[in-house]
């Protein structure tokens, strides 16, 4: 099968600081029409100094050069095909890009005051609104700026709240199907974490939460479509279980583009929950840039929201800080504000009903991926999924291939892989989100090279075993890599 855009000329290019020449200089600043100052009767000697070592002298045109070379490097989702499971790699339309860059917004200084920050303000609150209505949850935090962030952040209000009524509680139940960072923030927030086996089923039983659930226990944290990319269906009546020991139900809403006007996690018992604009909200995501990871919360918890709380009376917006039991900040100035300003863009592109169509065909596209496929890769569990679907590497194991091989050749096909290895409870697993914003072609090809690809494992295992064949690096060892990062480009 001819793999997808891998010819071309994609040029090599060494370090910037290889590239410098001594004199040449990148910008030519205008010639100065004021006389030029003496630093050194200006600022301390300690100060001043007459060069910077090692800074490369490049001409402009090698700097645009240099810069646009390494982009070519990359892959991101405006180049290809992006699958990642759990990690929602969907179109980021430009009209996002247009609203974050408006002056009014792109050039707000943080420190600007209340009168002068209406537009902002007021965006920030209408967000709220629109992301409480979303999850059917009373008040809206937009301060934390991931969704791990958000989970502290809702579990730093969880420890709050039993704290204010004189009963701190100790723990946390998590089940073996949640996303890591739900340990790792509990543990953080001060919380001992109580870990539930699914045990091969891909959701939770209530008698499983009955069993460990005490006074003791501020609450459970569920990933709501859970990692598995199934609907955890007795999520109402869990909730009833942790309620009736006074517990709290955290949900982690990432996966909040599978059921975005399907359902409102509010109504199903949730007392709080985070959200990824990043993910969901179609705002760009990666290579740790900014995100953002709002808190919703019901009643019980609105109290203990970071501060400031952004206050509308009459037509004017102002921050409150006035909050006796909050937890306090969270986050600078607003949080993240540009990827608010994407987020808030987005919903107000898609309206209510293109949101609820964007979930449906979310769902859609990762129930054609796994129909399609499930013959050829291992189904960890064979029933409708939300929006990704979970193989593994089950069927090919026998010819001594895994899901790293696979994943791998993916790459030769000019595919980014699948999330690989996660969730920890399929063995080998290999985690395919489509989202909603690809077309029918691009899943059937997709489709068509994963197949041609079992097909390699049968017939060339070593392709596989060797790829990326076409790639500028080829496989390296990750630990190492990752331990021992090697970043200067070797000519071969
Ligand atoms: C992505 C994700 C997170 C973490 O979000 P970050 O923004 O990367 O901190 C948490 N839970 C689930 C289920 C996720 O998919």
Redesign the pocket.
Known sequence: MEANGTKGLVLDEPLIFEKSSPGRVGIGPAHSDVPEADPSKTLPSKFLRKGIEGFPDISEMDAVRHYTRLSQWNFGLDSGFYPLG???MKYNPKINEAAARLPGFAMLHPYQPEHLSQGALELMHSLENYLAEITGMEAITLQPS??????LCGLLMMAAYFKAQGKPRTKIIIPDT?????PASSHLAGFKVVPVKTEGKGALSVEMVKAVMDEDTAGLML?NP??IGLFEKNIKEIAEVVHSKGGLMYC????MNAVMGLVKLGDLGVDVV?L?L??TFSTP?GGGGP?S?PVGVGKALEPFLPCPRIKKDGGKFSLDFNRPNTIGRMKAFYGNFSIMVRAYSYIRRMGASGLRRASETAILNANYIKERLKGTYHLAFDEPCMHEAVFSDKFQLGSGISTMDIAKRLIDYGYHPPTVYFPLVVHGAIMIEPTETETIDTLDRFIDVMKAIAEEAKTDPQLLKDAPNKTKIRRVDETRAAREPILRWKKV
């Open positions: 759990s990690c929602t991931a969704g791990a962030h958000g989970e949640a996303h890591g960072t739900n990933t859970n990692t982690d809403g990432a996966n985070q990824n990043h993910k995501h995100g990871g």
